[in-house]
């Protein structure tokens, strides 16, 4: 893969003077699909690693027997605390700037601060029919995609949106197959995650549902600790719009301890599942964990990996693990799919045990780290699907 990106556009607004990014790193059929971020402090940089990542996910997922063709990968990303009171109309402002590329080729959703209610309310407000409407022009049928996807979106599993539990199914079922080669039984194999949102919290409820323990989980706010393990629910419960968590409903026996405490937890499995960057060369020598699930986007930096894998710990990349939010919207959209959760939790599942199990049976066989695994298999993809497709 080349490095540099087909198209980055920044963007400053004229209100606040707060700034954002667009970065399309590759277009397959003239579309690019990826996610928009809103933080504190989220760069160019940052935005052109997530966009890169996106075109791998696309391409890890390519099945030439199937209706949902990959796209190219891009991402947005806005510098602004989605909590301050200006969030709202700087994404508006953002939307409504990035119009003309939403129209024709940049295919969005929630990520990282934003909820896709919040990004759907903000899209139709900046004179936008969809977030995914660049796709469009790409389906069979458009009306009934959009009516399936619509109501792929209203369904609601045990108080979850359907939407919001995919991801982290398929982060759930990439450590229980990870754990299934390594002969490890599931019950009482214990999990810290960081960060209890729409990654986190729906991992949370999968491992915890297939007799994992949960023991730590961070938030924006510290880490909440009990080593006979949490009642997940009930935090899932419990948590605000941003994935913040009422201390109220912690039970006799959790305990309240620092926001970094999550890293160390006496646990089997780690679960980053919040900010890029959480695991670094100076932090890892913390971590007791055997395999870490990267939920999140870019946690682990690369010297930290180097590090863990020297001891032995297994790290599941990004692009694998946390690929099937985007996967199950396409799936949905181009008919692979029905509106259907327990389709659609099937189709996860099916499709994170081979991708899993491909990257570990390379990486083993190749002596690699599963994410040079990965990555090998989307440099074999990607001119397979430009020899289908053409190169834009
Ligand atoms: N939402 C998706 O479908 C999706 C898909 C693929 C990857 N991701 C990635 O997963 C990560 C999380 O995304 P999300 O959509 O679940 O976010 P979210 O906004 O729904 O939740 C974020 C969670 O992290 C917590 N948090 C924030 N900052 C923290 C900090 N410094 N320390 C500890 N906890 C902190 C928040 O309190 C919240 O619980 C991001 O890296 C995102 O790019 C998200």
């Known amino acids: 893969m080349s490095s540099a990106p087909l198209l980055s556009v920044g963007w400053t607004d004229h209100v606040t003077g707060r ?100 990004v759907d309310r903000a899209v139709a407000e900046a004179g936008l029919v969809s977030s995914v409407q660049a796709v469009y022009p790409l389906l069979d049928d458009e009306a009934a995609a959009r009516a399936r996807l619509a109501d792929a979106f209203a369904i609601e599993v045990d108080g979850i949106g359907l939407d919001e539990l995919v991801g982290g199914l398929g982060v759930a079922e990439s450590v229980l197959t990870a754990l299934d080669r ?24 999968f491992l915890a549902r297939a007799g994992l323990r949960v023991v730590a989980v961070a938030d924006v706010r510290g880490t909440i600790v009990n080593p006979d393990g949490l009642d997940v629910e009930a935090l899932l419960a419990a948590r605000d719009a941003h994935g913040a968590v009422d201390r109220s409903a912690l039970r006799p026996g959790d305990r309240e301890e ?20 959480a695991i670094d060369a100076g932090n890892q020598g913390r971590i007791t964990a055997r395999w870490i699930a990267e939920a999140a986007n870019m946690p682990v930096l690369p010297e930290a990996e180097e590090a863990l894998a020297a001891r032995g710990v297994t790290v599941l990349p990004d692009v694998v693990v946390n690929s099937c939010t985007n996967a199950w919207w396409w799936w949905t959209l181009f008919g692979d799919i029905e509106a ?53």
């Open 19 to 118: 700034s954002g990014h667009l970065v399309v790193d590759r277009l397959v059929r003239g579309v690019a699909s990826g996610g928009l971020r809103m933080r504190e402090g989220c760069t160019v940089e940052e935005v052109t690693g997530l966009a890169r990542g996106m075109t791998m996910k696309e391409a890890l997922h390519y099945d030439p027997k199937a209706r949902y063709v990959p796209l190219g990968g891009a991402k947005g990303g806005i510098d602004c605390d989605p909590r301050s009171p200006e969030a709202y109309g700087v994404l508006v402002r953002y939307l409504r700037a990035m119009r003309p590329y939403v129209e024709r080729f940049w295919t969005t959703g929630e990520d990282l601060g934003l909820t896709q209610d919040l």
């Open 182 to 205: 390594a002969d490890r039984g599931y019950a009482g194999t214990r999990v810290s995650v960081q960060g209890l949102g729409t990654m986190g919290g729906a991992t949370a409820r």
């Open 340 to 392: 259907d959760a327990d389709q659609a939790f099937a189709q996860v599942r099916g499709a994170m045990r081979t991708l899993v199990d491909g990257i570990l049976d390379r990486a083993e066989a190749d002596g690699t780290s599963p994410r040079a695994a990965a990555h090998a298999l989307v440099d074999e993809r990607l001119p397979q699907i430009a020899d289908r497709y053409g190169w834009y």
């Open 258 to 277: 620092p926001g970094d405490a999550w890293l160390a937890a006496e646990a089997e499995v780690l679960v980053p599942a919040a900010v890029s960057y």
